[in-house]
């Protein structure tokens, strides 16, 4: 079974500086990983996902992050923090192809001006 | 993008009583959807897979007879919660899987609080 440690609940970053939220994860099998916000009283959006090829994956709204076999992670990275990112970013991790998905406990990302 | 749409957004009901939570995806085919719950401050919990026109899938732990999934079209999922306790309170979610793409895209969710 897979499953993915975030931790950290609450992440206070400063307008302009580097917003890293980090995930490992834990899987039997190659995984898929994903990367999702919410914003408040609205659905999941994908910002970005790692399924094969290139380990550094580039999504929406200038978010990166990059897949590390040897470390199971799958650390999230943004060089400069926008007041708009400030919402809860989850990862997850599912096996290839069968869209089950394990989320971690979610960072609730605070920027402050 | 592909929209999917819970409804209601919030429900408060009555101990004892059912609820009928609805996904829909309303601007593609979903063959398979998947219902999450969300506990305060805590992860999404896979319950059950929906598979258009068959039996839903439950996760080792969730009580199909508590938790009726329905799939019966390619665009409707519905999640009702039978004989409601205060404990099923939570954030129910969504998903819903693009025939063509192979794509998830979830829902807005749903808040009940059972009283």
């Known amino acids: 079974a897979q499953s993915v440690t975030q931790l950290g609940s609450h992440v206070s970053v400063s307008e302009g500086a580097l917003v890293l939220l980090r995930c490992n994860y834990s899987s039997s099998v190659p995984p898929y990983l994903f990367w999702y916000v919410q914003y408040p009283n609205q659905g999941l959006q994908l910002l970005l996902k790692y399924t094969t090829g290139a380990t550094l994956v580039k999504g929406i709204n200038g978010f990166e992050a990059e897949f590390k076999k040897s470390e199971t992670s799958f650390h999230l990275t943004k060089p400069s923090a926008h007041m708009s990112d400030a919402a809860e970013y989850f990862c997850?991790?599912?096996?290839?192809?069968?869209?089950?998905?394990?989320f971690g406990k979610g960072n609730q990302v605070v920027v402050i001006p | 993008g592909a929209v999917v749409s819970q409804h209601p957004s919030r429900v408060i009901c009555k101990s004892g009583t059912s609820v009928k939570i609805e996904c829909r995806s309303l601007d593609f085919q979903a063959t398979t959807m998947f219902w999450y719950r969300q506990f305060p401050k805590q992860s999404l919990m896979l319950m059950a897979t929906s598979n258009e026109g068959s039996k839903a899938t439950y996760e080792q732990g969730v009580e199909k007879d508590k938790f009726l999934i329905n799939h019966a079209s390619l665009t409707l999922s519905t999640l009702t919660v039978t004989s409601a306790h205060p404990e099923d309170s939570s954030f129910y979610i969504c998903?819903?899987?693009?025939?063509?793409?192979?794509?998830?895209?979830f829902g807005e969710g749903s808040r009940l609080t059972v009283l």
């Open positions: 997850a991790v599912s096996e290839r192809g069968n869209n089950r998905l394990a």
């Open positions: 998903s819903a899987r693009q025939g063509s793409t192979g794509e998830l895209f």
